[in-house]
T-cell receptor, first 111, second 112 residues
Framework: EDQVTQSPEALRLQEGESSSLNCSYTVSGLRGLFWYRQDPGKGPEFLFTLYSAGEEKEKERLKATLTKKESFLHITAPKPEDSATYLCAVQPGGATNKLIFGTGTLLAVQP | NAGVTQTPKFQVLKTGQSMTLQCAQDMNHEYMSWYRQDPGMGLRLIHYSVGAGITDQGEVPNGYNVSRSTTEDFPLRLLSAAPSQTSVYFC???????????FGQGTRLTVV
């Protein structure tokens, strides 16, 4: 069964305190792994797509990495505006565009 | 460029009522989907479409109907609302397989 598990459920950081969020997955034929950011009352906003083990992508203070079993979202020197829920999703192989989501990590960055 | 637009943003229904959640995208995307988001459960796929005239069921389709008569629109119909359908509903579109999904702002539905 295709499954995505994110940890921790919640994370509280001080401004400037770097950390990592984890997304472990089991999927039949990974087509892509996606990271999204979701602010309260809003829809998920796309951050990164990773396609194969060893791939890395960066955007400002965020860096996403991928192995065959998990992905990490590294947050370097976070700022309060990075506070949000971060969602991980996988797309299995096949002819559909369905995404399987984890339950997310709620990140709070305190000044 | 509006992206994915959902209406309404909020809705309260009585048990047994029916309604349609609207979703429109202006990016000419072939693939569209409906998800529901519940606390502690993540987003779950309700129905999806790979093009105009083609729809299929996702993980939690019971109680919902969809149709896709145009590329732009993908409405979600609740046939007879139940309290278990209280949730936040998101519509998403993608240009192709393996590409990022663009989400609407969501519809918060409460069934009393």
């Amino acid at each position: 069964e295709d499954q995505v598990t994110q940890s921790p459920e919640a994370l509280r950081l001080q401004e400037g305190e770097s950390s990592s969020l984890n997304c472990s997955y089991t999927v039949s034929g990974l087509r892509g792994l996606f990271w999204y950011r979701q602010d309260p009352g809003k829809g998920p906003e796309f951050l990164f797509t990773l396609y194969s083990a060893g791939e890395e992508k960066e955007k400002e203070r965020l860096k996403a990495t991928l192995t065959k079993k998990e992905s990490f979202l590294h947050i370097t020197a976070p700022k309060p505006e990075d506070s949000a829920t971060y969602l991980c999703a996988v797309q299995p192989g096949g002819a559909t565009n369905k995404l399987i989501f984890g339950t997310g990590t709620l990140l709070a960055v305190q000044p | 460029n509006a992206g994915v637009t959902q209406t309404p943003k909020f809705q309260v229904l009585k048990t047994g009522q029916s309604m349609t959640l609207q979703c429109a995208q202006d990016m000419n995307h072939e693939y569209m989907s409906w998800y529901r988001q519940d606390p502690g459960m993540g987003l779950r796929l309700i129905h999806y479409s790979v093009g105009a005239g083609i729809t299929d069921q996702g993980e939690v389709p019971n109680g919902y109907n969809v149709s896709r008569s145009t590329t732009e629109d993908f409405p979600l119909r609740l046939l007879s609302a139940a309290p278990s359908q209280t949730s936040v509903y998101f519509c998403a579109s993608t240009i192709g397989l393996g590409t990022e999904a663009f989400f609407g702002q969501g519809t918060r539905l409460t069934v009393v």
